[in-house]
C-alpha cells in the first residue's frame, strides 16, 4: 500500500500543489497541505483501498487539510476569505488547469529569485522531492537547504509574485529561466559538482520528467523539446559511463549496445517531429549535436564535420568560453590535436577558464595524442588541482601516470568530459 500512495503522491504532487497554490497564494500551506493529504492516504487507502480517481481523493482532503490548518491559523487576516473560497472549489469542483502547473513551475523559476532557490524551490514544490533529498542531491547540510527555500518562498510572497502564467512579452525570459532550472538539476545528476559518485540517476530522471511535464504545458516548444531530447540522448548512456569497478569510461570505449535505445528513439522522434526555428536555439543546437553521437554506430562513423558545423549554430546562440572550449576539442577531431591544441591556448590566453579543471585535462589529452608527455602531465596536474568528483580525479590519476610512463596507457581515446555552462554537452567526446 505504501508504494502505491507513494506513486500517487509522485505522479499527482505538482498538479495538487498548483491547485492549492492557486487558491491559496500560499506555497508553503499548499505544500504542507498535499503531505498531509499523502500521509493520511497510508492509513485510509489501508482501511478502504485504492479509490478509483487516487488524484481526486487525494486533491480533495489536501483542500480540508489547507482549510483545517488555516483555521488554526491565527495569524493570517484573510482566512475566513480563502476558506470560504476553498469550499467553494470544492463544492464545485474546479478542474487543475494546464496553466495552474505552468504558473507553479514559472513561479518557482521566476528570474527575481536566485539560481540556486530557483533550483531548491523546483525540486521541493513542482518534483515533490523532501528537505532532506535535495540537500543530500546538492550535497549541502539540511539546515541549509530548508533556509534557502524559507528565504525563496519569503521573496515570492514579499515580491509579490503571483502564481499566474506571464504576458507573451514577459514568457521569454521567464522560459529561459525555466530551462535552466531543468537543465541544471540534470546536470547535477549527470556529472556531480562533487563526492564520491559521478552520476546521480534520480536527478537524471527527475530533470527529464519536468521537460516532459513543460512539454505538455507548451506544446511546440522549440526550445523545451530540445532541452527534453537532449537530456534523454545524454542519459541514454548512463549504464555505460562507468566501468563495475566506478571508474569514468570515455565516449569512444563505451559499449554501445548497453546504450538505451529506446530513450535514442524517442528523443530523436522528438527532434524529428518538431523542426528548428530559423534561429535555432542553445537547447536544440545541443540536441543536434548530440544525436550525432547517438546514431553513430560505432566512434569511427561518428559525424564530426557535422558536429563541428552544429558547434558554430551554438556559438551563434550562446557566447560561452566552455562552448568555445567544446568546439575546439570537436575541431581537433576533424584538422587534428594541433588545430584543437591551438584553439584551446587561444582560449585559455584569456583566463576566462583558469579556474576550470576540464580545460586543462582537456589540454592535456591533445598535448598527449601529439606525443608531448612533459607538458601533458603539467596540464593534467592542473587539472587534478581543481578537478571535484572521485571517479573524475581517479581518472586523471591515471592519465597522468601513463604519460609519466608508469603504467600501461588506458589506450586510446578522444577527449575527457566537457561541460556547457555547468551542464553536459555531447558535442564534445565525453563520458
Known amino acids: 500500500m505504501a508504494a502505491a500512495v507513494a506513486a500517487a503522491g509522485r505522479s499527482e504532487w505538482t498538479r495538487i500543489v498548483a491547485t492549492l497554490a492557486r487558491d491559496l497564494g500560499d506555497l508553503d500551506l499548499a505544500e504542507d497541505a498535499t503531505q498531509d493529504a499523502i500521509a493520511e492516504a497510508l492509513t485510509a487507502w489501508a482501511r478502504t483501498g485504492i479509490p478509483d ?31 470560504a473560497r476553498l469550499e467553494a472549489r470544492e463544492a464545485s469542483e474546479v478542474p487543475t488547469t494546464q496553466d495552474d502547473q505552468l504558473a507553479l513551475i514559472l513561479t518557482c523559476c521566476h528570474p527575481a529569485l536566485a539560481p540556486e532557490a530557483r533550483i531548491a524551490l523546483t525540486l521541493r514544490s513542482v518534483a515533490g522531492l523532501s528537505t532532506p533529498e535535495i540537500a543530500r542531491a546538492f550535497l549541502v547540510p539540511e539546515a541549509t537547504m530548508a533556509q534557502r527555500l524559507v528565504r525563496a518562498k519569503r521573496k515570492i510572497r514579499d515580491a509579490g509574485i503571483g502564481f499566474r502564467v506571464p504576458r507573451a512579452a514577459e514568457m521569454a525570459d521567464r ?47 522549440a526550445e523545451v523539446v530540445g532541452l527534453t531530447a537532449l537530456m534523454q540522448l545524454t542519459h541514454s548512456r548512463r549504464a555505460t559511463r562507468l566501468d563495475d569497478r566506478g571508474e569514468l569510461v570515455l565516449l569512444d570505449q563505451q559499449d554501445r549496445s548497453r546504450w538505451d535505445h529506446d530513450l535514442i528513439a524517442a528523443a530523436v522522434a522528438r527532434l524529428d517531429g518538431t523542426p528548428p526555428d530559423d ?10 549535436i548530440a544525436r550525432c553521437h547517438a546514431v553513430a554506430a560505432s566512434p569511427a562513423e561518428t559525424d564530426w564535420t557535422a558536429i563541428v558545423e552544429r ?3 551554438l556559438l551563434g546562440a550562446v557566447d560561452s568560453p ?30 576566462d577558464l583558469d579556474e576550470y579543471h576540464l580545460l586543462h585535462s582537456a589540454r592535456a589529452d591533445l598535448l598527449r595524442r601529439l606525443d608531448r608527455p612533459v607538458e601533458a602531465a603539467a596540464a593534467y596536474r592542473r587539472a587534478l588541482a581543481l ?45
Not at 487516487?54 to 488554526?72: E, N
Open 53 to 83: 480517481r487516487p488524484g481526486a481523493w487525494l486533491t480533495t482532503v489536501a483542500r480540508r487539510r489547507a482549510i483545517d490548518r488555516l483555521r488554526r491559523n491565527a495569524m493570517r487576516s484573510d482566512r475566513e476569505e480563502v476558506v
Open 175 to 221: 522560459l529561459e529561466s525555466v530551462c535552466a532550472v531543468v537543465y541544471l538539476v540534470f546536470n547535477e545528476g549527470y556529472s556531480a559538482s562533487s563526492g564520491d559518485q559521478l552520476l546521480r540517476t534520480d536527478l537524471c530522471d527527475e530533470a527529464i520528467r519536468l521537460g516532459q511535464l513543460l512539454e505538455q504545458l507548451l506544446p511546440g516548444e
Open 279 to 288: 534561429t535555432i536555439g542553445p537547447y536544440r543546437a545541443q540536441a543536434e
Open 311 to 313: 558547434y558554430r549554430a
Open 322 to 351: 566552455v562552448v568555445a572550449l567544446n568546439a575546439a576539442v570537436a575541431k581537433s577531431m576533424v584538422e587534428g590535436p594541433g588545430a584543437g591544441l591551438a584553439a584551446i591556448d587561444a582560449l585559455a590566453a584569456t583566463g
Open 387 to 431: 578537478v571535484g568528483t572521485s571517479p573524475e580525479r581517479r581518472f586523471l590519476e591515471r592519465r597522468l601516470a601513463e604519460v609519466a610512463g608508469t603504467v600501461t596507457p588506458i589506450g586510446p581515446s578522444i577527449a575527457e568530459p566537457l561541460h556547457f555552462g555547468g551542464v553536459p554537452v555531447d558535442g564534445s567526446p565525453t563520458s
